[in-house]
C-alpha cells in the first residue's frame, strides 16, 4: 500500500469485484485514501494491490462491533472519513410476502439497521 499524499478519505463497506472496486477506484482517482472493507481478507489484500491509495480492512458489517472497530482503525490508520460508500449486502429477489426465510431479517439488517449504526 502506498498512501502518497492523499488527504481525504473515503470508506467504501461492502467491497467487491464490480460496484466497490469501480467506486475504489473512482475515489482513489480523485486523490483519495480509500479504505476497502469487506469480511475476505484474501480478496482486500488483491484488490489493495491493484488501486492506487487503497488499503484493507476486514470487516464484518452483520456485527455492529467490527463497524465501530473498522472505522477506529480507519481513523487511526489513515484519519478521519470524509465520504462513506455502503455497499454492504445481498439481495433477495422476491415478493416480500413470500419471504419466509429468517434468513432475511439478517439481510434486511445490514441493508438497514446497520447502516445506521455507521451513521450514528
Known amino acids: 500500500m502506498n498512501i502518497g499524499s492523499a488527504s481525504k478519505v473515503c470508506a467504501v463497506f461492502g467491497f467487491g469485484p464490480k460496484i466497490g472496486a469501480s467506486v475504489a477506484r473512482k475515489w482513489a482517482s480523485e486523490g483519495y485514501k480509500v479504505a476497502i472493507l469487506s469480511r ?48 454492504a449486502g445481498n439481495g433477495v429477489w422476491k415478493v ?15 441493508h438497514h439497521r446497520h447502516s445506521l449504526c455507521f451513521a450514528k
Do not use: H, M
Not at 96 to 110: I, Y
Open 40 to 87: 475476505n481478507l484474501e480478496k482486500l489484500v488483491a484488490a489493495q494491490a491493484e488501486i492506487p491509495n487503497s488499503k484493507a480492512f476486514c470487516c464484518d458489517v452483520t456485527k455492529p462491533e467490527a463497524i465501530d472497530q473498522s472505522i477506529e482503525s480507519i481513523e487511526s490508520d489513515l484519519g478521519p472519513i470524509d465520504v462513506l460508500v455502503w455497499n
Open 96 to 110: 416480500r410476502a413470500c419471504v419466509r426465510d429468517c434468513r432475511n431479517w439478517t439481510r434486511t439488517d445490514v
